[in-house]
């Protein structure tokens, strides 16, 4: 802990998922935590949206803009950058359906290890 009381907290992946990241959303995005329980974890290629006028993002399996770009634990100012165009590794993110799948048509799923 710092002098200044700040306190940080290192969340590592335990994989790599993304082969190519060619872009993120502009700027960056708070985590909506409604509904989310503090201090669980979500997973790096989860699915999500984003409102650019509020710059909250939050988890969506129903019409996601893009996949969480890295691990982050649910906190009140947890920052999350989401990734719109790319490759990802599919067998290496948590299960998305075909249809999501569809709804974000610049990022490759691709099946390589």
């Given at each position: 802990?710092?002098?200044?009381?700040?306190?940080?907290?290192?969340?590592a992946?335990?994989?790599?998922?993304?082969?190519h990241?060619?872009?993120?959303?502009?700027?960056?995005?708070?985590?909506?935590?409604?509904?989310?329980?503090?201090?669980?974890?979500?997973?790096?290629?989860?699915?999500?949206?984003?409102?650019?006028?509020?710059?909250?993002?939050?988890?969506?399996?129903?019409?996601?803009?893009?996949?969480?770009?890295?691990d982050?634990?649910?906190?009140?100012?947890?920052?999350?950058?989401?990734?719109?165009?790319?490759?990802?590794?599919?067998?290496?993110?948590?299960?998305?359906?075909?249809?999501?799948?569809?709804?974000m048509?610049?990022?490759?799923?691709s099946?390589?290890?």
């Open positions: 802990m710092s002098k200044l009381g700040l306190k940080k907290t290192v969340v992946g335990d994989k790599i998922i993304f082969a990241v060619l872009e993120t959303a502009l700027g960056g995005f708070v985590l909506d935590t409604t509904g989310l329980t503090v201090g669980d974890k979500l997973l790096a290629g989860t699915a999500f949206s984003y409102d650019e006028a509020t710059r909250m993002a939050k988890p969506d399996q129903t019409n996601p803009k893009g996949l969480l770009y890295e982050v634990v649910i906190d009140s100012a947890t920052s999350v950058d989401i990734v719109l165009r790319g490759t990802v590794y599919a067998n290496r993110i948590p299960a998305l359906t075909d249809a999501l799948k569809a709804k048509p610049q990022i490759i799923f099946l390589s290890k």
